[in-house]
């Protein structure tokens, strides 16, 4: 693992932690580029997203920006199945093949232009369901989910912004812990923590970035120009993905 690698991510963690996101797709995308063994990439993508969105919850908390009682449902649904993502054997071909189409999703979503959409309405019960099934690719994949939950919310009108950046911020949160904990008792925890452990240096640099990042809300590119850069960045991942699995 190299320094440019470890500073990439701190860079990801500080622009990331701004917004109340993690960056679990862009670290993702840039951990498939290298060529790490499958199964090690969405363990240390969640280990990085809790260690960047733990820091910004707790401010946003802080702060009351959290609406427990709109949050709580949409947790209730989407951390189990995480839980369930995370623990489910996957061929490696299927497990790429998942990931592949995820970021690439991600990619298309990062490239819509929410501020153009009209206002648009969703049930209670489909917010839930699509809680649900976020969460679950949350834990298949390893991204958080904020990336997919975040735009719909804003289209729906489902709270100010501030509220929606600190409702990621947790909804990340949640999902990863719990994802997290189904792939290491997949995997075994001894077996992934010793194959993962020369990995410890981008955690502490997404701790160091995602601290920056959140204290004093810095954006180095302006919204739409950072979607953009993701969403190249993370097509090309999962294109190279996709091909691989095929």
């Known amino acids: 693992m190299s320094a440019i690698m470890a500073l990439l991510f701190g ?7 701004s917004v109340g996101f993690g960056g679990g797709s862009s670290y993702t995308a840039i951990l498939t580029l290298t060529g790490i063994e499958p199964r090690l990439i969405p363990v240390i993508s969640l280990c990085c997203n809790i260690v960047v969105v733990t820091g910004g919850t707790y401010r946003f908390w802080r702060v009351g920006l959290i609406d427990w009682k709109a949050v709580l449902p949409l947790l209730a649904v989407s951390a189990p199945l995480a839980f ?12 790429l093949l998942i990931l592949g189409t995820t970021l690439l ?21 489909a917010t839930l369901a699509l809680s ?15 990336i997919f939950m975040a735009p ?25 812990i719990t994802g997290l904990g189904g792939q290491l008792l997949k995997g075994g925890v001894g077996a992934v923590a010793e194959s993962s452990a020369a990995y410890w240096p981008l955690l502490l ?20 120009l950072l979607r953009r850069m993701t969403a190249l960045l993370v097509g ?8 691989q699995a095929l």
Do not use: C, D, M
């Open 152 to 176: 719909v919310l804003h289209l729906i009108r489902w709270a100010e912004a501030k509220r929606i950046a600190a409702f990621a911020s947790l909804y990340i949160l949640a999902n990863s």
């Open 105 to 125: 999703v991600s990619a298309v979503a990062l490239l819509l232009p929410q501020e153009r959409f009209p206002e648009a309405k969703l049930p209670p019960a």
């Open 205 to 224: 640099a997404v701790l160091i970035g995602g601290q920056i990042g959140s204290h004093i809300g810095i954006r180095l590119f302006s919204p739409v």
């Open 132 to 146: 649900g099934l976020v969460g679950l690719l949350a834990g298949l994949s390893g991204i958080g989910g904020g």
């Open 236 to 243: 090309y991942a999962a294109v190279r993905l996709l091909l």
């Open 84 to 95: 369930l993502g995370g623990l489910t054997p996957l061929k490696e071909a299927t497990f």
């Open 11 to 17: 860079l990801i963690a500080l622009i990331y932690a």
